[in-house]
């Protein structure tokens, strides 16, 4: 079995990585390995990631578009919104989206949240509009559940998430728009969650809780620079969204808050999230695409989505997952530079006999893990059904799965690689892992295939050992 300590500081010496501060670069040593393509070391931008390789410092901005700064702005207060953290806003966030739709064919306009709270039920935005909150400035969900109005299911899952039938609206919500941008100088949005927590804990819920941020089938969306906290539900969620921006965000929500998924991209195409912060009750990210016949139905995969520079805390669910809900297929996903906290998982892809749809052609790698049960979890036994119509032969592929680079210290068992035996997982490829496991049982697979190469604990023998030349070749 593999000691705790040794080869640890040999990895981190080799590779100038620093737990205190992962993105640290190695000045005056010399590059060990070039990724992505023939790079020159002198160039500005580049630098070593925690891995020791130089590459260029991307950004999601070249991915998607210029933003320009609104030539209008209108502060919410012009609207009799005020700032007392008593007195509910509604009405005037109602009023400034009505008379700021007028903006929209002279560059949009700037809402401005100035210094304050700011309470409020739900909002729902305009294109063309950026919501700026000022340093100090808290938009407050409100604790009535009257203030968020009952919408309709999606159609890609059929009903509410967790109860049947329609669902409560988000906190901030928009449907159908495009050049939307919620960002500021560090301001809050918190959703009050702990009444929304209670009620799902009591079962006195009639209804789905809301997000605190959902947009429906928009494009061009940025969200930056904000704290987001306690959010009923799901955090951020963008769903059959394009062109998708998110980036130095801090989400928070207490540990043991029920279902606070960080950022959850569902159905979603040109998704970047970069340079976040999360901790919270459930899952940092996770990409989803609807949900069992509803999902495949709808048939709206979440593909092209970038994540980097993430790091996750949370003592429930994975750092970084992909499903359950992937009904609608999950494709074309790079994930590189995490830290991953605390959390029952590390990396993890979840599906069911049922789901249908697939994860494919998935990438991840540069990964750090601290205290962590299960480091890497591919699971096809995941519970959950919308209703009893889900097709029994609907089986999930998964399948062109790369896990690469991943160090992890006080990790219980390395991995659990359980497939679908109808339609075992395959083509799953580990690659320069060393894992300092704390128990006996390092590896658990079963019906899934694929490829190792420096792989510490051995994995089962379910996967091929390759060696230097054979994945130097691929
Ligand atoms: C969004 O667009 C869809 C399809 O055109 C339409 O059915 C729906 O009512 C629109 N929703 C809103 C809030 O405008
Ligand atoms: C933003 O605020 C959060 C919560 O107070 C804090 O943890 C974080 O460090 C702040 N981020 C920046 C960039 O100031
Ligand atoms: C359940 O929680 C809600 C929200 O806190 C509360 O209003 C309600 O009285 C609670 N119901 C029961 C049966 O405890
Ligand atoms: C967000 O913060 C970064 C770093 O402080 C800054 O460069 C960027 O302009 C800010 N973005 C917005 C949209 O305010
Ligand atoms: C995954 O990539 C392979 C090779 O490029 C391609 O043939 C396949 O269609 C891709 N799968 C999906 C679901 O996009
Ligand atoms: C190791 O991880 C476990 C959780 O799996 C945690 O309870 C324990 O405190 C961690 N130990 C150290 C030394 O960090
Ligand atoms: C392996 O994982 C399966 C779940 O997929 C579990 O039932 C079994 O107990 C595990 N075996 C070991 C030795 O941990």
């Given at each position: ?270 998704v970047c999230i970069e340079d976040c912060y999360i901790a919270g009750g459930d899952d940092g990210i996770s990409i989803k695409s609807g949900w069992d016949e509803y999902g495949v139905s709808f048939g709206r995969p979440s593909s092209h989505i970038q994540i ?19 009904s609608g297929g999950i494709s074309d996903v790079k994930v590189e530079d995490m830290v991953i906290y605390n959390h029952l998982f590390g990396i993890r892809l979840k599906t069911a006999v049922g789901r249908g749809g697939y994860i494919s052609n998935v990438s ?111």
């Amino acid at each position: 079995m593999w000691r705790r300590g040794g080869l640890w500081v040999l990895l981190m010496m080799l590779n100038c990585m620093s737990f205190e501060n992962p993105w640290k670069t190695c000045e005056g040593q010399s590059p060990i390995d070039v990724v992505d393509g023939e790079l020159a070391t002198d160039t500005p931008g580049y630098q070593k990631n925690i891995f020791g390789h130089i590459k260029v410092r991307e950004s999601c901005h070249s991915h998607i578009y210029d933003w320009e700064s609104r030539p209008h702005s209108v502060s919410i207060t012009e609207f009799g919104a005020v700032g007392d953290g008593k007195t509910l806003n509604t009405h005037a966030f109602e009023n400034a989206m009505f008379s700021l739709r007028s903006y929209a064919d002279k560059g949009g306009v700037q809402l401005y949240i100035p210094k304050g709270t700011w309470l409020t039920g739900s909002i729902s935005l305009i294109s063309h509009l950026t919501l700026f909150l000022e340093r100090g400035a808290t938009i407050l969900g409100s604790e009535d559940d009257n203030d968020f109005p009952i919408i309709p299911a999606l159609p890609s899952y059929g009903r509410g998430r967790e109860l049947p039938g329609p669902r409560y609206s988000s906190l901030i919500n928009g449907e159908n728009l495009t050049d939307v941008v919620i960002t500021g100088d560090n301001g809050t949005i918190d959703g009050q969650g702990l009444v929304w927590w209670t009620a799902f804990h009591n079962k006195s819920l009639g209804y789905t809780r809301g997000h605190l941020v959902e947009l429906i089938n928009s494009k061009n969306i940025l969200i930056s620079n904000l704290t987001f906290q306690n959010s009923p539900f799901w955090t951020i969620h963008p769903v059959y969204c394009r062109y998708v921006v998110i980036k130095h965000m801090t989400i928070l929500a207490p540990l043991h808050s029920p279902n606070t998924d960080g950022i959850d991209p569902d159905s979603c195409q040109h998704v970047c999230i970069e340079d976040c912060y999360i901790a919270g009750g459930d899952d940092g990210i996770s990409i989803k695409s609807g949900w069992d016949e509803y999902g495949v139905s709808f048939g709206r995969p979440s593909s092209h989505i970038q994540i980097r520079r993430i790091i996750t805390d949370s003592h429930s669910s994975s750092g970084i997952s992909f499903g359950s809900e992937m009904s609608g297929g999950i494709s074309d996903v790079k994930v590189e530079d995490m830290v991953i906290y605390n959390h029952l998982f590390g990396i993890r892809l979840k599906t069911a006999v049922g789901r249908g749809g697939y994860i494919s052609n998935v990438s991840i790698s540069n990964v750090v893990m601290h205290s962590v049960r299960t480091g890497i979890a591919i699971m096809g036994n995941y519970g959950q059904h919308p209703d009893d119509h889900w097709d029994r032969e609907a089986y999930p592929l998964i399948n062109r799965v790369t896990i690469k680079n991943v160090v992890g210290e006080n990790i219980t068992h390395a991995g659990l690689l359980s497939g679908i035996s109808e339609r075992p997982f395959h083509d799953i490829r580990l690659i320069n892992i060393a894992l300092d496991v704390t128990s006996d049982s390092a590896w658990n697979c079963s019906a899934v295939s694929g490829s190792y190469y420096f792989v510490l604990p051995k994995p089962c023998a379910d996967l091929e050992q390759k060696g230097v030349q054979e994945e130097s070749e691929e």
